[in-house]
T-cell receptor
Framework: KQEVTQIPAALSVPEGENLVLNCSFT??????LQWFRQDPGKGLTSLLL?????REQTSGRLNASLDKSSGRSTLYIAASQPGDSATYLC???????????FGTGTSLTVIP | NAGVTQTPKFQVLKTGQSMTLQCAQD?????MSWYRQDPGMGLRLIHY???????DQGEVPNGYNVSRSTTEDFPLRLLSAAPSQTSVYFC???????????FGEGSWLTVV
């Protein structure tokens, strides 16, 4: 069974700092990987989707990388802002494309 | 464009009662799924559907039933509620394999 781990569970940084969130998974036979943001009391919002054949994907201040062979993905946030404060989750999609396996998330606080 | 709509947002049930969580989408997506989110455990897949008339079990299906009579709707039924089913439930949709997944706002369920 696919296991997805996100470390650290919580992170607090001053505004303006660049930061990296980590996601690791145990089975490299994946279809793709997706990063989400979750605000308190809300659903998940998709940030970036990386296909298994890709190495990275960028959207604005966000950059996600994927290394399938080592079972790792990172989400890089540049010039962090207080509005970036949220929980960030990664999900690995099985090679059938039908099942998502989620990590437990990293809670990010950006201090003004 | 409502996207993914879940009702109710909050519900308190007594042990043994039954209820239905509603999920409706207006994006004409084929894939719909139900997840539960519990502290420290991430999101876990309950049931999913790849199209009208087709459903399948996810990781934690026991105690739940689903049906998919239309593309738009995917209700989740709790047959006989138990305290272990206290959780936040999310409905999600996507167009097809490898596509971005969209989540509803969640339904908070407490079973006493």
């Amino acid at each position: 069974k696919q296991e997805v781990t996100q470390i650290p569970a919580a992170l607090s940084v001053p505004e303006g700092e660049n930061l990296v969130l980590n996601c690791s998974f145990t089975d490299s036979a994946i279809y793709n990987l997706q990063w989400f943001r979750q605000d308190p009391g809300k659903g998940l919002t998709s940030l970036l989707l990386i296909q298994s054949s890709q190495r990275e994907q960028t959207s604005g201040r966000l950059n996600a990388s994927l290394d399938k062979s080592s079972g790792r993905s990172t989400l890089y946030i540049a010039a962090s802002q207080p509005g970036d404060s949220a929980t960030y989750l990664c999900a690995v999609i099985s090679n059938t494309g039908n099942q998502f396996y989620f990590g437990t998330g990293t809670s990010l606080t950006v201090i003004p | 464009n409502a996207g993914v709509t879940q009702t109710p947002k909050f519900q308190v049930l007594k042990t043994g009662q039954s209820m239905t969580l509603q999920c409706a989408q207006d994006m004409n997506h084929e894939y719909m799924s139900w997840y539960r989110q519990d502290p420290g455990m991430g999101l876990r897949l309950i049931h999913y559907s790849v199209g009208a008339g087709i459903t399948d079990q996810g990781e934690v299906p026991n105690g739940y039933n689903v049906s998919r009579s239309t593309t738009e709707d995917f209700p989740l039924r709790l047959l006989s509620a138990a305290p272990s089913q206290t959780s936040v439930y999310f409905c999600a949709t996507r167009r097809g394999i490898g596509n971005t997944i969209y989540f509803g706002e969640g339904s908070w369920l407490t079973v006493v």
